[in-house]
């Protein structure tokens, strides 16, 4: 802490000698946003200290810097504040302490039972180094986010939780969206709390997960963990991991009449050469929508004739503008026309 007035006659002012002596970037730590102390570092006694040895190192190592304190000129003090360089020294180390409680954190996940793989996710708020809640899945509820169980510890009132200055460390990529319209997504909780740094383990596969991108796009700053640790977490959760972005199997061909068809040719090639493709509705509720060629093949498919009609448009475009082929001829439904 910066003294900025004069303390009252008899009272004493920090001394070198109350930094940490665990470790050294503990103690440059102990200097963020700088800290006054008292100008007495050529006593014997203080010299003979192990604050001293770390202090003499970081200020020739350029870790910290020494000013005199100009709000109280006339008593000894100094002003000893970190430096870029320190503060990226202890930045790194800090980092992976928080990120190891977070995999602490994220070992105590309680999954849902509903026959599903859920992740193991754990979550860490820190503010100038120190922890204010920890979280991890379904902590404090079923199917309850890791950041949102830590969260709660902050505020009950969690829609209104202020992390600004705060770094939040989680063991993945915080999520874009929630299948429950209802629940806010944990990158957009982040983000409407105005948290100033996001430190993640490892990036979610699914590919509607795009939580890295709105962070960066709120000019949030981001990191990841360090490399052996979203090693560990990718064990931890590979049996979940391998359930997310599977290959998508072709669902069968329809044996139902087209709701719409088309022809493609090119210039100067065989009406043999043709392609004919037809959009098939299901059979049943159950099933899907198709694109089919002529021998049946299933080119897409989609749930409803939305979808169906969204890809139809896709192939268009492919067939037409890629590849240069022409309408030979074509028909709809008045339904799927409407959506064409």
């Not at 003979?48 to 350029?62: C, K, L, R």
């Not at 979550?123 to 890791?146: M, S």
């Not at 770094?167 to 990158?187: G, I, M, Q």
Request: hydrophobic share 35%; proline share 5%; charged share 25%.
């Amino acid at each position: 802490m910066l003294i900025t007035k004069k303390r009252p006659q008899g009272n004493t002012y920090p001394q070198i000698t109350q930094g940490p002596i665990n470790s050294y970037p503990d103690f440059l730590n102990f200097f963020r946003g700088g800290h006054t102390i008292d100008d007495n570092l050529g006593a014997h006694t203080i010299q003979d200290t192990m604050q001293y040895t770390m202090f003499s190192t970081a200020i020739a190592s350029g870790h910290l810097t020494k000013l005199k304190n100009m709000a109280v000129p006339d008593e000894f003090l100094a002003d000893i504040f970190l430096t870029e360089t320190g503060s990226e020294l202890t930045q790194a180390v800090l980092d992976r302490k928080f990120c190891e409680i977070a995999v602490a954190e994220a070992r105590k996940s309680v999954a849902e039972d509903d026959g599903q793989q859920h992740p193991f996710v754990g979550a860490v708020v820190v503010k100038d180094g120190n922890v204010l809640a920890t979280g991890y899945r379904g902590e404090t509820g079923d199917g309850r986010h890791a950041e949102f169980c830590a969260l709660k510890k902050i505020n009950d009132d969690v829609e209104n939780v202020d992390l600004s200055g705060c770094t939040v460390y989680t063991t993945l990529e915080p999520c874009s969206k929630r299948t429950s319209p209802n629940k806010t997504a944990c990158a957009t909780r982040l983000i409407n709390a105005k948290v100033a740094r996001v430190v993640y383990g490892m990036a979610d596969k699914d590919e509607s997960v795009y939580g890295h991108v709105s962070l960066v796009e709120a000019d949030i700053d981001v990191g990841l963990f360090p490399r052996d640790l979203i090693q560990g977490l990718v064990a931890l959760n590979k049996k979940w991991s391998d359930t997310r972005r599977r290959p998508e199997v072709a669902p069968p061909p329809n044996d139902t009449s087209p709701l719409a068809n088309v022809s493609y040719y090119k210039a100067g090639t065989p009406m043999t050469d043709n392609i004919h493709l037809f959009v098939r509705p299901p059979k049943d509720a159950s099933g899907f929508f198709t694109i089919e060629d002529a021998i049946r093949t299933v080119l897409a498919w989609g749930r409803t004739l939305e979808d169906i009609a969204v890809k139809w448009r896709q192939i268009d475009d492919q067939k037409v503008i890629v590849e240069g082929l022409q309408h030979q001829s074509s028909g709809s439904s008045h339904r799927l026309l409407t959506l064409l």
